[in-house]
């Protein structure tokens, strides 16, 4: 963190979201693994694990897990779907609400895009809201590389995008996120919230501004919005069953 960071409450102009662990349950690249042999395959969550914790850069483990994997079209279109079966409650319900409030929102995610884009449009995002590491195939669908020009296939490349936006103007952003990466983001960023909802990761949690243990979106909803956003959401037929939803979560006890 920089001791330049302007830490602010609600409300935000631009929202961004990781993708796995945070919108989805799965890490896309061990789902894109699982056609491995074993070996290989505990091979990549090792090093997955390691990326996201922090341990080895991201781009170290990038190139080489890729290189054993070589996912075809098919495979990355079929990891799409498991993003939307496997993804947490309510994020569609949250996005719409967050987009009918006027938000810039954005997902911002070091999987592959052919797997992210599909998943995010269902979600709700619009595809120039969708960032995430393109990749090339032939034209039977097999495996040609990535685009290694990428920021998000790098350490710090979450941070390097957020600071472009975030130079646009001065508005607010805020980041939800479960990994290190995401983390690497905070010092741009009004808020950083650490989702654990679906990966506990502690050095994250622990320099976070906030964090939400909850499996389900709709508690994302008082994080990202100021009280009169929820209160204009309230009033709407379409949005009030989210902020009853994230309501009933937060008085639980
Ligand atoms: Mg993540």
Known sequence: MTSS???????????????DSTLSRIEGIEELARELPQE???????????????EIPLQDVYARRLEFIRPSAAAMAHVAGIYWDQRLPHGEHLI?????????????????LPCVQPFAERLGFAADQIHAVPTRSDEQGAWLGFDEQSPLARAGGKLEL???WHGEGDAPL?????GSTDLEAAPVCARFVAFM??????????????VC????????????????????LEHQPEHAPLVARAQAILSKP
């Open 40 to 54: 290989r395959s505990n091979e990549i969550q090792e090093l997955t694990r390691a990326a996201m914790a922090g």
């Open 213 to 232: 243990h909850e499996q389900d979106m709709a508690a994302l909803l008082p994080l990202l919005v100021s009280p009169e956003e929820l209160q204009i």
């Open 96 to 112: 719409a609400a967050l987009a009918f409030l006027g938000k810039d929102l954005r997902v911002v995610s070091g999987g592959l």
């Open 174 to 178: 805020a980041l939800v996120g479960d």
């Open 197 to 210: 909802g679906v990966a506990l990761r502690e050095s994250v949690a622990q320099a976070a501004d906030v």
């Open 162 to 164: 957020l600071g472009d």
């Open 5 to 19: 960071r302007t830490i602010a409450a609600p409300p935000y102009r631009t929202i961004v979201f990781d993708c």
